[in-house]
């Protein structure tokens, strides 16, 4: 398993699909997925072949609503390189609908991102608040591996 910035991660995943892209900006989209199977088609399947950052997150998360601008800016400005997806963890009903997906990972803090290859392999993690040139610098890693 690749690594990238020095953590590998496992994941057990199902398949098939429901997932909500959100206008990041006229240039990007931010792709919300609400279950293990979408998160499966999303980041393991990904016919795009595109590397992807996956980002949990939350309404209630300070930090998470900080960063809502730079993963809007980051994603427009790599739109067609890269897909950045959100899992949210609003609610009983975001946290019921995306437990699968928060089992299957080492997720204990939020903002997390996780980081994925074109062929769906993990390449590494951030969590907390990522300023936006280290997120930059961590795609055009993730870039230059794919």
Not at 78 to 89: D, H, N, R
Request: with cysteine.
């Amino acid at each position: 398993m690749k690594k990238l910035f020095g953590i590998a991660l496992i994941a057990a995943l199902a398949t098939t699909a429901v997932n909500t892209p959100v206008k990041a900006s006229s240039a990007g989209t931010i792709i919300k997925v609400h279950s293990l199977s979408s998160f499966q088609q999303e980041v393991r399947q990904n016919t795009e072949k595109l590397p992807v950052i996956l980002k949990f997150t939350g309404s209630w998360c300070g930090w998470c609503t900080k960063m809502k601008p730079i993963d809007s800016k980051i994603a427009a400005e790599f739109a067609g390189q890269i897909k950045f997806i959100e899992v949210i963890l609003d609610s009983d009903r975001g946290l019921r609908e995306n437990s699968e997906i928060i089992g299957s990972t080492p997720i204990r803090t939020i903002p997390h991102y996780l980081y994925f290859d074109k062929d769906g392999v993990e390449l590494g993690l951030r969590h907390g608040s990522v300023p936006e040139n280290v997120l930059r610098t961590n795609v055009n890693q993730m870039l230059l591996s794919s």
